[in-house]
């Protein structure tokens, strides 16, 4: 099954926390959920609207595998 790239929804949000803050983590940097990445506790009025884009990567099975927000 291919993958698919869709705009997140709140509804998305603990996936969402899950992949950058494992990313963050890779990196040596801490997550700081209650100041620099509190944008992720409401990706629709952080993102989608102010003008911005926040989309997610499904694999063929529906799973959240990616995301990237602008």
């Known amino acids: 099954m291919a993958t698919k790239l869709r705009?997140?929804?709140?509804?998305?949000?603990?996936?969402?926390?899950?992949?950058v803050f494992s990313v963050l983590r890779e990196y040596g940097l801490e997550p700081s959920p209650l100041t620099t990445d509190s944008d992720?506790?409401?990706?629709?009025?952080?993102?989608?609207n102010r003008g911005g884009a926040f989309d997610v990567l499904e694999n063929g099975d529906g799973e959240i595998v990616g995301c990237v927000g602008l």
Do not use: K, M, Q, V
């Open 7 to 19: 705009p997140a929804t709140n509804a998305d949000t603990n996936t969402i926390r899950e992949i």
């Open 40 to 48: 992720l506790d409401d990706i629709e009025a952080s993102y989608i």
